[in-house]
Every structure is written in structure tokens, then in C-alpha cells.
């Protein structure tokens, strides 16, 4: 069965500080990886979505990056966090669209306070 | 863009309730995914539909694709404490890459 592995669950950077969130999926291969951040009581923004290694789209200009080294790794970075990166960071994995029945699953998600 | 309309923002019921919750899109879409948010947790999938007019169940959970193939339709049925949380659709057209989420239904349940 497929599982997706998302890490820390909570991270307190300050302001100016390197990020590095990290994303892992089993059980699958070629899958679409995506990174959404949502904050506190709002709706979902899709950040960046990744269709293959080195394939990365961004959905809005912001101050952070995401990179796919790996088939089944995503990762969501920045240089300098600001304040307003502050957010739950959430991984989602579904396969290529060449199924009809297509599903959409989520990590458990990163809790990042910048401070 | 395609946009996804989700109602109510928020509702306040009693135990043993039934819940009603919907979203409506300005476009056609080829699949509807019903989630539901724990808080501090990732969105669990509740219900896939696929086809204009299917009827899926879950439990006490129940989801309707719009024949118009524009809206979707949640119902709970006798709310217990743990239905609480927030509820997400998503609409996908078909062999597209990304999903279009609702704004979500935040939901309070009573004793």
C-alpha cells in the first residue's frame, strides 16, 4: 500500500533562517507531488506541484522553493524565511493522470512558526 | 480560473443532527473528492465521485455528483462529537494535474 511521510511535524525558525521541508511517498512510482500551505482556519494554497524529477511548477510568486531530487521525494525550501511564511505546510502525492479514478492523498503536515 | 464555492463557512449543530454542506463551481469538473481536516493533521479523503449523478456512501457520510457536473452535495447523518472539524471539496477535470479546492465548511457539534 502507498504511504507519504512528511517531516518535522513542527519547526520554530527564525526570521532570516534556512528551510527545509521534506516529503517521501512509498508504495508508487511516477506520482504527482505537491505542496500546499494552509493558514490558521483558511482554505488550502497550492504552493508547487511536480509531475517528475526535475518538473517543478509554481502556483504563486513567492519566497520559497521546491526541488525534486528523487521520484518519490519533494522538497520545499527557502534561503531566508520571512514572517509571513509562517503556516501548515502539507504534502499531497496522486498518481500520473492516467487513471480515471484519481485520488488525491495528504501528509500529516508541518507546523512552521517563524519567529 | 476555475473557482469552487463551498457553503456554509461554518456550522454550529447538536448532537444526533444531520449536516448539509455543498460546493458549486463555475465549470464542468470530472471528479469530486470530499475531505475532512482533524486540526493539526492532514486532510483525510472521505468519498471520490466520478460520474454525474453517482450516490456514494460512507458510514453516515453520503455525497452526490451535480448532474450539471458543477456542484457536489455532503450529508452526515446523526452528527456525533468527532464529525467535528473542517470539510473540503475538490473538483478535478480530467487527466489535469491539479485540484481545485473549496474554501471548507468548518463544523461544531454540541452535546
Known amino acids: 500500500s502507498q504511504t507519504i511521510h512528511q517531516w518535522p511535524a513542527t519547526l520554530v525558525q527564525p526570521v532570516g533562517s534556512p528551510l527545509s521541508l521534506e516529503c517521501t511517498v512509498e508504495?508508487?512510482?511516477?506520482?504527482?507531488l505537491y505542496w500546499y500551505r494552509q493558514a490558521a482556519g483558511r482554505g488550502l494554497q497550492l504552493l508547487f506541484y511536480s509531475v517528475g524529477i526535475g518538473q517543478i511548477s509554481s502556483e504563486v510568486p513567492q519566497n520559497l522553493s521546491a526541488s525534486r531530487p528523487q521520484d518519490r521525494q519533494f522538497i520545499l525550501s527557502s534561503k531566508k524565511l520571512l514572517l509571513s511564511d509562517s503556516g501548515f505546510y502539507l504534502c499531497?502525492?496522486?498518481?500520473?493522470?492516467?487513471?480515471?479514478?484519481?485520488?488525491?492523498?495528504f501528509g500529516s503536515g508541518t507546523q512552521l512558526s517563524v519567529l | 480560473g476555475q473557482q469552487l464555492n463551498q457553503s456554509p463557512q461554518s456550522m454550529f449543530i447538536q448532537e444526533g443532527e444531520d449536516v448539509s454542506m455543498n460546493c458549486t463551481s463555475s465549470?464542468?469538473?470530472?471528479?469530486w473528492l470530499w475531505y475532512k481536516q482533524d486540526p493539526g493533521e492532514g486532510p483525510v479523503l472521505l468519498i471520490a465521485?466520478?460520474?454525474?449523478?453517482e450516490l456514494t456512501s460512507n458510514g453516515r457520510l453520503t455525497a452526490q455528483f451535480g448532474i450539471t457536473r458543477k456542484d457536489s452535495f455532503l450529508n452526515i447523518s446523526a452528527s456525533i462529537p468527532s464529525d467535528v472539524g473542517i470539510y473540503f471539496c475538490?473538483?478535478?477535470?480530467?487527466?489535469?494535474?491539479?485540484?481545485?479546492f473549496g474554501t471548507g465548511t468548518r463544523l461544531q457539534v454540541t452535546l
Open positions: 508504495g508508487t512510482s511516477n506520482p504527482n
Open positions: 499531497a502525492w496522486k498518481d500520473a493522470p492516467i487513471e480515471i479514478n484519481e485520488k488525491l492523498f
Open positions: 465549470s464542468i469538473f470530472n471528479t
Open positions: 465521485l466520478y460520474k454525474a449523478g
Open positions: 475538490a473538483g478535478q477535470l480530467l487527466a489535469a494535474s491539479k485540484l481545485t
